[in-house]
């Protein structure tokens, strides 16, 4: 079997294969197969499309030779995340050419930010692709699909006036199947930040905040269904705003306040969240809410004021360590973790150091870091001074070994501690479970399969590379 999972690895560490629910095939049904890129937006988009293609008829599959349609859910945050599309779209080309010779349908569809920069130039480029469709229009895509059907080379990126959320077919109609005890659900889209160096404003568009109801009713749905802990997700999450039942204008803290009265839903998470919106409601919510889980990813990605300037991030490394400090009074036992980008034009020596002299600072929990990749169309493609790939990839080693040190001693702080721990799935020995601490580490323990979801009392016992073990505290 071609194993397109394996040789398209996800495109950020933050990222992973899809994790979408299998149905069992029934009868002469067509298939699906989906793979996703990049973030965990990308991952609910495309349960979200697993939805709307099963009211249409489809069930998912995970081998990609049983697919009548072959989804990519496309990344387009680094210039290697966008290469690896054309790569598989490659493979998949002879894959349909020798299924054609055989009678059989196969088509492909281009979704998420890669399809929604570089629609028309996929159709050039890939002559097999049979649908292009951006993240704002994915509510079209059963239509899509029946045109594509029909013969048109469709493409569907334009979304100037539709509510992508209004049209949604997994919230409104088709009911949300169990996807284990914990879930995303997206609260924001797009961003209207335009950091310098970043496709996301471009590719997700402004920012839209999902209306209070949608977000209460789905996340009553998910408890329905099991689910014990919700991460927030969105482009720029803390800059969720709406409106309360009182009429009140909310943010993010407001939301969290309400969601933690969900009877059942133990746990809340939210990602990724910009410095400049961590207002004091929200930090409040982070000191008061047990449900809130004392897990924060904050990106800064450089600790120079110099290139953050040039990065447009409209805050200094000053800002950012200030407001660390407040949410360590407001919750001292929180994880902190974040994004760094090393060697974005004009970046210096000097400026580099300053990195990691925040890094050391901060002490991050858990970090992900990235070399400066040009994207045309941004701001900071236009700048001079590019930084040499050579300095980049020693700078690169030099920061991920400063983190990787922080969060080896992260785990290490964590051994000895007492700690409440979701199960969440069966571990690779029988009559063992791996749960989810509330600094989102795996963590192996002897448990039975009945108490997935349970929270347990647990004792960190010692490390892994990357999980830790612990023993169940009997009461
Ligand atoms: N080059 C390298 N890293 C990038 N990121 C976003 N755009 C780029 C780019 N052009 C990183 C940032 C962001 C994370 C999701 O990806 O650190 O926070
Ligand atoms: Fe990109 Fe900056 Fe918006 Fe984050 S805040 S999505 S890095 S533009």
Partial sequence: ????????????PSGGDIAIPQASPVGNARKVFIKTYGCQMNVYDSMRMGDALASEGYVTTETVEDADLVLLNTCHIREKAADKVYSALGRLRDMKKERNANGREMMIGVAGCVAQAEGEEILRRAPAVDVVIGPQTYHRLPQALKRARAGERVIETDYAVEDKFEHLPGAERAAIRSRGVTAFLTVQEGCDKFCTFCVVPYTRGSEVSRPLSQILDEAKRLVDAGVREVTLLGQNVNAWHGTGPDGAAWGLGDLLYRLAEIPGLARLRYTTSHPRDMDDRLIEAHQNLRALMPYLHLPVQAGSDRILKAMNRRHTAADYLRLIERIRTARPDIALSGDFIVGFPGETDADFEDTLRLVETVEYAQAFSFKYSTRPGTPGADLGSQVDDAVKAERLERLQALLLKQQHAFAEGCVGKTIDLLLEKPGRMPDQLIGRSPWL?????????????????????????NSLFAERIER
Avoid: C, E, F, Y
């Avoid at 979801?453 to 892994?464: A, K, L, N, S, Y």
């Fill in 1 to 12: 079997m071609t194993d397109l999972t394996a040789t398209l690895p996800a495109a950020t």
């Fill in 441 to 465: 580490q795996s963590v192996n323990v002897d448990a039975k399969t009945s108490q997935i979801g349970d929270i347990i009392q647990v004792r960190i016992t010692g490390t892994g590379p």
